[in-house]
């Protein structure tokens, strides 16, 4: 699945443009690197996504292609805010 999308299918990021527009703007690093929206996500990724002056990092524990709103934080673990 694409960054984009987990990050959307996520709720971590609501709309997939914003997203799209996070990765564009190299606000959204996996493992260390910076990547593109259609970057193939894995489970076991470490992804840091920047907010402004805040970073979120979260380790990817599941990949779906739909989820229900309170099965969302299931498909990931936060490690920091």
């Not at 997939?16 to 259609?38: F, L, P, Y």
């Not at 002056?53 to 805010?81: C, M, N, P, W």
Request: aromatic share 6%.
């Amino acid at each position: 699945m694409r960054i984009d999308k987990f990050l959307k299918v996520s709720r971590i990021i609501k709309r997939r443009t914003v997203a799209n527009e996070a990765c564009d703007g190299q606000h959204i690093v996996v493992n260390g690197r910076v990547v593109k929206a259609s970057y193939d996500v894995k489970i076991g990724d470490v992804v840091e996504v920047s907010f402004g002056q805040r970073t979120l990092v979260f380790r990817v524990k599941d990949v779906k292609e739909h989820v229900l709103k309170d099965g969302a934080g299931e498909l990931y673990e936060i490690i920091s805010q």
